[in-house]
């Protein structure tokens, strides 16, 4: 769970924004929406309600990256997730990069020294979305 001073600017705030919303709606998109009944949403506090729904959209978010869908048992799981979720993306926009160099590239050499690159960033991604798989999956 993030501290009070983290959500309000006293350290390092996750940014997590909630992936598009389909139609029709897939399993992850159903999952998602059927835990953000208030009834399954913590209410010992407001904060604990807010913490709750924020959890449910890192959850969307890993759900949508190919990770099976789940919540944190604990906080330990949250804040794994949230790292998982920040390497995830960070490895994504890598392998695009050096995708996009690949495919540029004229050179031969060169040419076959980035496919080993993007080799290795694609195994970047897949250790990312293995870490992912946290929590308890909710089969909803």
Known sequence: MLSRSECLGGGSEPTITSPALTTPPDAAQTAFLASLALA?????SLWALYQGVVERVEAFAAARAGAAWGL???EHQAQARRAALAEH???VKALARVRNAAARERVVAK???LASDVQRAK???ERALAALNIGENQGE
């Open 40 to 44: 399954r949403l913590p209410s010992a």
């Open 89 to 91: 993306g960070l490895a």
């Open 72 to 74: 944190p048992l604990d």
């Open 111 to 113: 040419a076959v020294a």
């Open 123 to 125: 195994e970047r991604v």
